[in-house]
């Protein structure tokens, strides 16, 4: 069946260190890609997706590259910040409409 | 704009009553999810309904478990009787169609049963 890889946590950073969250999938079909993120005691908000091979999607200085070649979709930040601190879900759907999530990376960002 | 909205935030109960959830899916959105998250599992997909039919419940796990959608602005998750292991965070998500559209995930309702 389809699943998900994330990377194990929790991921400790300084404030403006670089960030890299590594997401690796297996899935029978062509899947759309997804970042979730879930601040404490909030639910799940997208972060960014990416639908085909070599789409990146982006969002509040968030990027992720979807590599067919690699079946990779790591998120990566140039400068996180300590808002940052959140848990990251990364997750696949092959177009009916379940999402299948990795286990989450909890990210910790200090000043 | 009103997200997808939950009720109650926190339920605490005793191990063999029901529990019954509440979600109130985003206007205008024609699927509904709800989702466990434990520690241990991770995130699950429990069942998901499309134009208020249930089109996917291979996630519930268990006959304690039902799901209802009576109308496109409701729909409810009832465990009877509970157990000490549906102690959870369950969310509720809606999307506006099919496909690969956006979910948007309610803010839980974190369930203890002792």
């Known amino acids: 069946g389809d699943s998900v890889t994330q990377m194990e946590g929790p991921v400790t950073l300084s404030e403006e260190a670089f960030l890299t969250i590594n997401c690796t999938y297996t899935?029978?079909?062509?899947?759309?890609l997804f970042w979730y993120v879930q601040y404490p005691g909030e639910g799940l908000q997208l972060l960014l997706k990416?639908?085909?091979?070599?789409d990146k999607g982006s969002n509040k200085g968030f990027e992720a590259t979807y590599r067919k070649e690699t079946t990779s979709f790591h998120l990566e930040k140039g400068s996180v910040q300590v808002s940052d601190s959140a848990v990251y879900f990364c997750a696949l759907t092959t177009g009916f409409q379940k999402l299948v999530f990795g286990t989450g990376t909890r990210l910790l960002v200090s000043p | 704009d009103a997200g997808v909205i939950q009720s109650p935030r926190h339920e605490v109960t005793e191990m063999g009553q029901e529990v019954t959830l509440r979600c109130k899916p985003i206007?205008?959105?024609?699927?509904l999810f709800w989702y466990r998250q434990t520690m241990m599992r991770g995130l699950e997909l429990l069942i998901y309904f499309n134009n208020n039919v249930p089109i996917d419940d291979s996630g519930m796990p268990e006959d304690r478990f039902s799901a209802k959608m009576p109308n496109a602005s409701f729909s409810t998750l009832k465990i009877q009787p509970s157990e000490p292991r549906d102690s959870a965070v369950y969310f509720c998500?809606?999307?506006?169609?099919?496909?690969?559209?956006?979910?948007?995930f309610g803010p839980g309702t974190r369930l203890t049963v002792l």
């Open positions: 206007s205008g959105h024609n699927s």
């Open positions: 998500a809606s999307s506006v169609g099919t496909g690969i559209d956006t979910q948007y």
């Open positions: 899935a029978t079909g062509y899947p759309s």
């Open positions: 990416a639908t085909k091979a070599d």
